[in-house]
């Protein structure tokens, strides 16, 4: 006979009586059992890793535009400065100083932003196989799309700005390039030659601008890149481009000097209410005819209040899991002349 000092139990046999085993539960923290919260505290972990990753993983401009955490508060200041001046000095004159002019730039939070889904205990139970990890990669995805959407649309915002904030330079402007622009025969979005051609008229009007060549995309969608991957003018070895990409491989690298990101979440539509245009319609944005858009980082900021984040809880009365992620985030213009915009023709 064996005891657990507290009581024996009598096995199914009759005649053995054995103690109870106790359990170690993976999922309970410092060893607090008792409900289904508690025993499964810790599995919030690997939760949380898989949304990381997958938002990690299909974010595109998460390294390509000015980001700022905040602590506290519903808005950031990014302070903006002028230019300065030069010239002779005349013997004897006092030196006073120059004015440069500045202003600056105020980014406001956006609305939580929440991608969640419940699992029903019984359906889980009844399936086959895990979906938790599945789910939870789809969440990470939905706000990693989200995300770059509003990235791309602030970066076209800029690159339609046509009134400089700061007096005098008027160079502090956006940069809009179309089919007209290149010549009355030209075609950007079916014609490869004019796509480049487009590509190195921005990478000029961004030197003429002063802004930094270190540090400059091109985001285009998944067509316009193969039709750049598939011209021998970006490709070929014989245009010394060799290294950039291969039509074996469907890869093309740089063009102008300039990385090409593809991605699916360049806008195309005009873009005015929803989840899409942001809260209080922030990044709205009228993006029809987009080709691509070329920018710095600086041209674009983004502030964070809460960085991505998950939560897990049991619902007793509903029978099931809630599984939430969430993060909140504005994001605004900030040098418009550093990004330009590809487009066949305005709008109408």
Sequence with gaps: MFFDGLRSKTSLHGDTQVANATPTRLGAINGTVGNYANENALFLKVFSG????????KTVTADKHMVRTITSGKSAQFPRTGRTGAGYHTPGAEIVGRIIKGNEKIITINDLLLSDIFISNIDEAK??????????????????????????????QAALVTTPDITGESDMVGTVIDNAYLGGSANMATNVDDLIAAIFEAAEALDVKNVPEEGRNIFVKPDTYYRLANSSKVIHGDFGNAGNGST?????????????????????????????????????????????????????GTVKLMDLS???????????????AKYAVGHGVLRPEASVLLRTATPV
């Design 50 to 57: 898989e949304v990381l990753t997958a938002f990690a993983n």
């Design 248 to 300: 074996a491989s469907g890869k093309v690298f740089r063009v102008a000097g300039m990385p090409i990101v593809k991605t699916n979440n360049l806008p195309s539509s005009n873009i005015t209410t929803g989840v899409e245009a942001g809260s209080e319609n922030r990044q709205a944005v009228d993006a029809r005819n987009t080709v691509a858009v070329i920018a710095h980082p600086s041209a674009v």
């Design 310 to 324: 998950t939560e897990m809880e049991w619902d007793i009365r509903r029978q099931g899991t809630l599984m939430v």
């Design 127 to 156: 399936n086959h196989y895990d979906v938790r990890s599945i789910y939870s990669s789809e969440m990470g995805i939905a706000l990693a799309n989200q995300m770059d959407k509003h990235v791309l649309q602030t970066f076209i």
